[in-house]
């Protein structure tokens, strides 16, 4: 979950990405320092108060291909102390370019491998039902046992034996 500090952040790079029509760009870009910023030893360098500043900021250049307004975001991370915010910003940047584009990513949990084709179709029905495209991750789970546990955005449809089972066991112990 994004940290508010977060948030802001991508809000600000989106509209950056936006006005220059580099969303995808953007996405792609921040996946990649999101990944190196976020390795341990990476962190551990660039959250340290005994290397100056300037020095850090060094380490993150047009160089590697970054956009330079990228390179600034990442330097602002670094100056105020907030690398470890990073995953938080890609995360809420994609959010909010999903949203832009019109898709919604769910994700559908089950006890054993969906066929292509169900994942297609569950992508499908839900995509009607939210007037958006979905972009479906499929997930096992033996512990479900059997049904799915469906989540997109802030909803979750659990229909999975285990929560039947347990909700099952709740009502025994209360009567």
Do not use: C
Not at 58 to 66: A, C, P, Q, R, V
Not at 80 to 105: K, P, Q, W
Request: without cysteine; negative net charge; glycine residues 6%.
């Amino acid at each position: 979950m994004a940290t508010a500090a977060a948030k802001r952040y991508a809000r600000a790079a989106f509209e950056v990405a936006s006005d220059g029509k580099r969303v995808d760009l953007w996405l792609t870009q921040l996946t990649a320092l999101a990944s190196v910023m976020s390795e341990p030893r990476v962190v551990e360098v660039l959250s340290n108060p005994t290397i100056p500043n300037a020095e850090r900021m060094k380490l993150i250049s047009t160089d590697e291909g970054f956009d330079p307004e990228l390179v600034n975001l990442a330097r602002l991370l670094i100056e105020s102390n907030r690398v470890r915010e990073v995953d938080g910003v890609l995360e809420e940047f994609t959010d909010l370019a999903d949203d832009a584009a019109g898709r919604v990513r769910a994700t559908v949990t089950t006890a054993v491998e969906l066929p292509a084709g169900e994942q297609d179709e569950l992508a499908k029905k839900l995509g009607a039902r939210l007037g958006k495209e979905v972009a479906l991750r499929a997930l096992v789970d033996p512990r479900v046992l059997g049904g799915l546990r469906l989540q997109y955005g802030d909803h979750l449809i659990d229909a999975t034996v285990a929560t039947r089972l347990q909700q099952l066991r709740s009502r025994l112990i209360e009567a």
